[in-house]
């Protein structure tokens, strides 16, 4: 099963060395892994996507608990959650195909962040899924490169406050 997991760590040189070291010692593959600071700026939040049975899954967090610089770990696996990633197609785009292009971009919400001659560069931000459907769409056009970020999720506001 895949788990999304939330850890609020201290923001000091070494921390995200320790949390993966440690997630990789305990013999689990990484999928996704995003850092960035926090509204506090001694704080980081990373988000890490796992693959692990449950009995694995808590040994993991209760492992990652006992870091010192670990202050909270947040499981978004079963909770209402927003989950996002960012990407950049580079898209072989000849002068007449560039509407077409543009059209795919505009139904998505994505941007066109640069224009070359022979391609277009294109910034999409969505679920996986979206993610998914917008690279399958361009692949008629010819991809050039996809740059993708780490997925990053945080837990939806709570409809009674």
């Known amino acids: 099963m895949k788990h999304i997991l939330s850890v609020l760590v201290e923001n000091k040189p ?4 320790r949390v993966t070291g440690m997630v990789s010692r305990r013999g ?7 850092v960035g600071p926090t509204e506090d700026p001694t704080m980081s939040r990373i988000t890490i996507i ?6 694995a899954y808590e ?4 492992q990652l608990n006992k870091l010192i610089s670990v202050f909270k770990i947040t499981d978004l696996t ?3 959650a927003i989950e996002r990633e960012l990407v950049l197609f580079k898209v072989n785009a000849a ?6 292009i543009i059209e795919i971009a505009n139904v ?17 931000t969505g679920d996986e899924s979206k993610l ?8 008629a056009y010819g991809i050039k490169e996809i740059t993708r970020t780490g997925k990053i999720a945080m837990s939806r506001a709570s409809k009674d406050a």
């Open 95 to 100: 002068p007449d195909r560039r509407n077409e």
């Open 50 to 55: 796992v693959k692990a049975d449950e009995l």
């Open 78 to 80: 079963d909770v209402a």
């Open 132 to 139: 998914k459907g917008m690279e399958d769409l361009f692949r």
């Open 108 to 124: 998505f919400r994505a941007k066109i962040v640069d224009v070359g001659r022979s391609s277009l560069t294109i910034e999409a």
């Open 28 to 34: 689990f593959n990484i999928d996704s892994l995003s």
């Open 14 to 17: 070494g921390v995200l060395s």
């Open 59 to 62: 040994q993991l967090t209760k």
